[in-house]
């Protein structure tokens, strides 16, 4: 049995919340909010209360991760 499973189409996901994004990214450029930032803190936090754990500690790539 042959099945196809199409890509994922970002383009239409960006489109989809392109205002979202686009605030985002103006705002961490007009803040120079590169490295960080509270933009970074609340990220870490957000996502280690998704996870379900007290901390994260986010990083630029995987090889910084196994490093880190």
């Known amino acids: 049995m ?3 499973i199409p890509f994922v189409d970002l383009h239409a996901q960006y489109l989809s919340i392109k205002p979202e994004i ?3 990214i103006t705002t961490v450029i007009a ?8 933009f970074v803190s609340n ?6 209360a998704t996870l379900g754990v007290k901390y994260c500690v986010s990083c630029a790539n995987g090889t910084d ?4």
Request: overall charge negative; cysteine-free; aromatic content about 20%.
């Open 2 to 4: 042959k099945m196809n």
């Open 43 to 48: 990220f870490e936090s957000e996502f280690a």
């Open 31 to 38: 803040e120079s909010a590169f490295i960080r930032s509270g």
């Open 22 to 24: 686009d605030q985002a």
């Open 65 to 68: 991760a196994f490093t880190f």
